[in-house]
């Protein structure tokens, strides 16, 4: 089964940066999607940032400029480099995973926490 591993989480100073991974462990083929989503206390989950098979990426404007998403096709890893981190960034940050036919599949989280 496939099963998606985050790290790179942990406590920073505001202005510092953080580098998050996301490793696809399982019988993979192929994968479409991959990005990272976050959630904060009493806050819906959102979108941080997604890059497609093809390398293209989408950012909502609270993190362009200042997070860039990679991934490494032969490795089934997905990165997020965070800089200029600002508390606001403080939240669980999820790994998602998009597998052809087989569908999405989320990881654990991982704690990212800003302070000021």
């Known amino acids: 089964q496939v099963r998606l591993v985050e790290s790179g989480g942990g406590l920073v100073q505001a202005g510092g940066s953080l580098r998050l991974s996301c490793v696809a462990s399982g019988s993979i083929r192929r994968i479409n999607v991959m990005g990272w989503y976050r959630q904060a206390p009493g806050k819906q989950r959102e979108l941080v940032a997604t890059?497609?098979?093809?390398?293209?990426?989408n950012y909502p404007d609270s993190v362009k400029g200042r997070f860039t998403i990679s991934r490494d096709n032969a490795q089934n890893t997905v990165y997020l480099q965070m800089n200029s981190l600002k508390p606001e960034d403080t939240a669980v940050y999820y790994c998602?995973?998009?597998?052809?036919?087989?569908?999405?599949?989320w990881g654990q989280g991982t704690q990212v926490t800003v302070s000021s």
């Open positions: 998602k995973v998009d597998i052809s036919i087989w569908g999405n599949y």
């Open positions: 890059v497609t098979s093809a390398g293209f990426t």
